[in-house]
């Protein structure tokens, strides 16, 4: 099962608290039993020898042990925590006050005893406990002297088996009412805690419902209210949800705009071309009607004239519906490739010789530089042959008498080249060059000419030029002329 954040730090917190509180139980648990050891040990350190000092029997040299063994029996009568042992300056127990089936060792350890009788280390001091072979106590010692010489030790085991037992029942009882005390305290803690996470962690994903509910209210417009700042490095993942709503509403906003746009280029180019469309209908329609109406009281030259007149309006309007379908062709995504390798030079000579007639007309000088060129091209050449129709077109449209236009091909590298379509034309202004493309825009100082054009040749020409993966470029110097570039891709030989 995958947690969420929020579950996953609750248990961490709860782990690490639980490890916590246990390492401070244990910690205080031994501070407590080495203060009590310690107080007890000091409370009883002249113990010992307050006992040998006060006792004939021990001042005599002990040669007695039987009647020792009665006094320590007889003290620990009076004293029960109390253990009192007698060894020998090597160590050995020689008596004790214990019952003998108790005891587990015969012989301790000296140096604890030296080092309390000595003050050579701080309490508490522990001595080896004859009831276990490995068991540590506190004690209370003195050594025994017959004259000069070293009798032995008096050895109290200050904190007896007795007094451990009977302590140890106690000290259970109490442990179960503080460890029911600690759980409470740490459950009351935890539980504080617990609500000021999950009001840290929740604060977040309020505010991101609030936004939220407050971008519904006004329509997903991001305009209208003011969205909360998150954090976009964050690893927080209620912050990085924040982030990806921004760039959501962002991207719908985007869309939106996108839409009222194209909505309204809809509506003026809907608007555009019914009267583009009306013109030529109107002129037909009219020529026609006179020829209906009057077809006895006109020439045969008039006729011929009316005729004509009819035909030129009735291919401009062909041509019109013709550019109109091909766009909204275009624009629908519809449109199918035909990839082949051919010469691009090649297809170059094509184009321009449809305008031989055009350019004659102007005597406009066509340059293809270089004049012989093998460069093989992978496209669509029924497409790129319209989009070089469409820029010749433009660039002899714009291009004066005895102007020039040239055709560069250059090669970018061994997988592209590049083709430049310059003129010598009018030029465009600066500022309009990001809008020549758009549908029905025409530049301020376009060049009008006996033919009634839609301005979609651009338009038309992007969008061939998007399906064929290339993006056109362009330059221009009011006055001095225009420089149409896009890359083509090259058949690797």
């Known amino acids: 099962m995958k947690l969420s954040l929020y579950h996953r730090l609750s248990l961490s917190l709860l782990v690490v608290f639980i490890a916590i509180i246990s390492v401070f139980y244990i910690l205080a648990q031994e501070l407590e039993q080495k203060t009590r050891y310690e107080s007890e040990q000091h409370l009883h ?4 020898a307050s006992l040998a000092r006060d006792n004939p029997l021990l001042l005599q040299g002990v040669y007695d042990h039987k009647a020792l063994k009665n006094l320590f029996h007889t003290l620990m009568v009076m004293g029960p925590a109390f253990e009192f042992y007698f060894v020998d300056p090597e160590g ?34 522990y001595g080896d406990d004859p009831q276990h072979l490995s068991r540590k106590k506190i004690f209370s010692a003195a050594p025994v ?41 740490a459950m009351l803690f935890l539980f504080v805690v617990m609500l000021g996470i999950f009001s840290y962690f929740t604060r977040p994903l309020r ?79 009219g020529y026609i009607e006179t020829l209906s109406l009057k077809s006895d009281q006109v020439t045969k030259e008039q006729r011929q004239k009316y005729v004509e007149i009819a035909l030129k309006n009735a ?93 560069v ?29 758009d549908t029905r825009y025409r530049a301020s100082n376009a060049v009008q000419d006996k033919e009634k054009h839609t301005g979609l040749g651009l338009a038309i020409t992007k969008k061939l030029l998007e399906l064929l993966k290339s993006d056109i470029k362009v330059t221009s110097t009011l006055g001095k002329g225009s420089s149409f570039s896009f890359n083509l891709r090259k058949v690797i030989l």
């Open 45 to 48: 350190l002249s113990l010992a």
């Open 92 to 125: 050995e127990i020689v008596t004790h006050s214990i019952a003998p089936s108790l005891i587990k060792r015969t012989k301790i350890d000296l140096l604890p005893l030296i080092q309390l009788t000595q003050n050579q280390a701080p309490l508490p001091i």
């Open 145 to 185: 002297f017959n004259g000069n010489s070293l009798q032995g030790y008096l050895y109290v085991i200050v904190a007896g088996e007795r007094y451990e037992s009977a302590f140890n029942r106690l000290q259970s009882s109490r442990k179960i009412e503080l460890s029911i005390m600690v759980m409470f305290g």
């Open 207 to 285: 505010k991101l419902s609030k936004d939220i509910k407050a971008l519904q209210a006004v329509g997903f417009d991001k305009n209208k209210v003011q969205l909360a700042q998150w954090m976009p490095n964050s690893r927080n993942e209620v912050h990085q949800l924040g982030v990806a709503f921004e760039q959501m509403v962002k991207q719908i906003n985007q869309q939106f705009d996108m839409l009222q746009q194209h909505d309204e280029q809809r509506r003026e180019l809907l608007a555009d071309i019914s009267h583009d469309l009306r013109t030529p209908l109107s002129s037909l329609q």
């Open 315 to 407: 291919q401009q309007l062909k041509g019109l519906i013709d550019q109109i379908f091909e766009l909204a062709h275009l624009e629908g995504g519809q449109v199918s490739l035909n990839l082949e390798a051919f010469n691009l030079a090649e297809l170059l000579y094509d184009v321009v010789a449809k305008f031989s007639l055009q350019t004659a007309a102007k005597n406009i000088d066509i340059n293809i530089i270089p004049e012989c060129s093998y460069t093989q091209v992978h496209s669509d050449i029924g497409k790129l042959e319209r989009v070089l129709s469409n820029l010749l077109e433009n660039a002899i449209r714009h291009t004066p008498v005895s102007g020039e236009i040239t055709l």
């Open 409 to 437: 091909i250059t090669d970018i590298n061994q997988h592209q080249c590049q083709l430049t379509i310059t003129d010598t034309g009018t030029g465009i202004k600066e500022e309009e060059l990001l809008y020549i493309f």
